[in-house]
């Protein structure tokens, strides 16, 4: 039985990426953050209950060393390797402010989180799977969501933008590193996703995909995006690492 790590598995990407994996028969060992209703013992129940022994949760926080090596350690229990890592959990900044009006707390919330922890983590795991055999020239993924705001700007939300440029080049240097290995590191950059991060702002993003922003007409779900982390997860694109995979509905197109 394969293993896949899924950070921030109870939010919308990382429950259907979650979901995916189980239905092709992985074994997932799931992230949840520890202080949120989420990791609530009958809410974990709730929503995870129909996956029986296919799923692991692991309470924890991101931004802790302790707990990134807990997650770890409760993998390798499972089978004694990891074969993917799906790194899905971000935050967004709690108030969105101006960067000329950006606190230093709001920068070390977010990027403590989509950055630091998603890095250190990616570390980690990194350094289990160099010591793992090869089965079919791989010995594992790791696969991060990234998202257009990597490479758009938007000056209310600075820390949230920064830290997704740095998790762009983040999978640059480990794919760099890792490719030789057989281990494979690429990355998704989410566009507009309906997820309850973008819950808060649905009016403004309405309006701006009836105005035609997303070719496609519609927004994102996070079983768009699931697919996508699987199709890089599973040797379908096994020549294929250092890569960004736009899932946007075309709004990275420029257009007259």
């Known amino acids: 039985m394969k293993v896949a790590i899924v950070t921030g598995a109870a939010g919308g990407i990382g429950y259907a990426t979650t979901k995916k994996f189980i239905e092709a028969g992985y074994h997932v060992v799931g992230l ?3 202080t949120a209703p989420e990791a609530e013992p009958e809410n974990i ?3 995870f209950g129909m996956f029986g022994d296919k ?3 692991v309470l924890g926080k991101l931004d802790c060393e302790a707990d990134r090596e807990n997650l770890v350690n409760e993998a390798l229990k499972i089978n004694g390797r990891i074969d993917v890592l799906a790194n899905i959990a971000g935050v967004a900044p709690r108030v ?11 920068y070390d919330f977010v990027m403590g989180i989509n950055l630091k922890g998603t890095f250190f983590l990616t570390q980690l795991v990194a350094n289990q799977m160099l010591k793992q055999e090869k089965e079919d020239g791989i010995r594992g993924y790791i696969v991060s969501i990234s998202s257009s705001s990597a490479y758009t700007s938007s000056t209310n939300r600075g820390e949230y933008c920064i830290s997704k440029a740095g998790v762009s080049m983040m999978t640059m240097l480990f794919a760099d590193k890792l490719g030789p290995e057989g281990i494979l590191v690429n990355e998704i950059c ?11 702002v649905k009016d403004k993003y309405d309006a701006l995909i009836a105005g035609g922003l997303v070719p496609e007409g519609r927004w994102g779900t996070p079983e768009d995006v699931a697919k996508a982390v699987f199709a890089l997860s599973d040797g379908t694109l096994g020549y294929t690492t250092g890569h960004s995979i736009i899932v946007d509905g075309g709004m990275h197109i420029r257009r007259l």
Not at 96 to 106: G, H, N, V, Y
């Open 190 to 200: 989410a566009g507009i996703i309906a997820t309850d991060m973008t819950a808060k």
């Open 96 to 106: 969105r402010a101006d960067i000329l009006e950006m606190t230093s707390e709001s």
């Open 55 to 57: 799923f692991t949760p």
């Open 45 to 47: 129940k709730a929503k």
């Open 32 to 34: 949840l953050y520890s």
